[in-house]
């Protein structure tokens, strides 16, 4: 079966440092999507990445999907306290949501 | 206006005890999904429904039992609650309906807490 892994488990950082979260594949997605969660909240779908190499922004946030399409990361620039929570990459076999398969997730603290 | 809406927040029960959680979508997705979340965050798929079949039932003790009455709910039941029962309880809806590169909109979470 599909082996996802997302790392680090646990980030802390100061405001205004910058983030990484990687989430790696053994074998070849057909897509990926990130999610975050807010402490105490539900996770909220953030972006899709679909083709091989792609890379989009979404203000502070940019996300890149591997050219072998088998990983993907999340970065945020400049980081800020409303950017604690934890992350989720969901990588999917095919197109359908049946088929996302979620990593363990990268909390992220930031410290004031 | 809560797109998924789950009821209750919180569950707090002795073990042994029957509950039920209820989720209702006014998105008018044809899917909807139970994941539970562990301790460590953990989110692993339970159970999906199309349109009010069972798609998916991933390895799940048969003291959970999932029922959709129609598309737009899915309530979770779980007889005699064991300590490891105890986590966040989330529903979520798609689109489904083979839509392509569709996303996940989840619930609020429910809570349980098994002592």
């Known amino acids: 079966g599909q082996q996802v892994m997302q790392i680090p488990q646990y980030q802390h950082v100061q405001e205004g440092e910058d983030f990484t979260t990687y989430c790696n594949s053994s074998?070849?997605?057909?897509?990926i999507q990130w999610y975050k969660q807010r402490p105490g909240g539900h996770p909220v779908f953030l972006i899709q990445?679909?083709?091989?190499?792609e890379v989009k922004k979404q203000k502070r946030l940019t996300f890149q999907f591997g050219e072998a399409k088998k990983n993907s990361s999340l970065h945020i620039t400049a980081t800020q306290t409303t950017d604690v929570g934890t992350y989720f990459c969901?990588?999917?076999?095919?197109?359908?949501?049946?088929?996302?398969?979620f990593g363990s997730g990268t909390q992220l603290t930031v410290l004031p | 206006d809560t797109a998924v809406s789950q009821t209750p927040k919180y569950l707090v029960t002795q073990m042994g005890n029957d509950k039920s959680i209820k989720c209702e979508q006014n998105?008018?997705?044809?899917?909807m999904y139970w994941y539970k979340q562990d301790s460590k965050k953990f989110l692993k798929i339970m159970f999906s429904?199309?349109?009010?079949?069972?798609?998916i039932n991933e390895t799940v003790p048969n003291r959970f039992s999932p029922k959709s009455p129609d598309k737009a709910h899915l309530n979770l039941h779980i007889n005699s609650l064991e300590l490891g029962d105890s986590a966040v309880y989330f529903c979520?809806?798609?689109?489904?309906?083979?839509?392509?590169?569709?996303?996940?909109?989840f619930g609020s979470g429910t809570q349980l807490s098994v002592l």
């Open positions: 979520a809806s798609s689109h489904g309906g083979g839509v392509l590169n569709e996303k996940l909109f």
């Open positions: 074998t070849t997605l057909s897509n």
């Open positions: 990445l679909v083709k091989s190499g």
């Open positions: 969901a990588p999917s076999r095919g197109g359908s949501a049946r088929q996302l398969t």
């Open positions: 998105l008018g997705h044809d899917t």
């Open positions: 429904y199309n349109n009010k079949e069972l798609i």
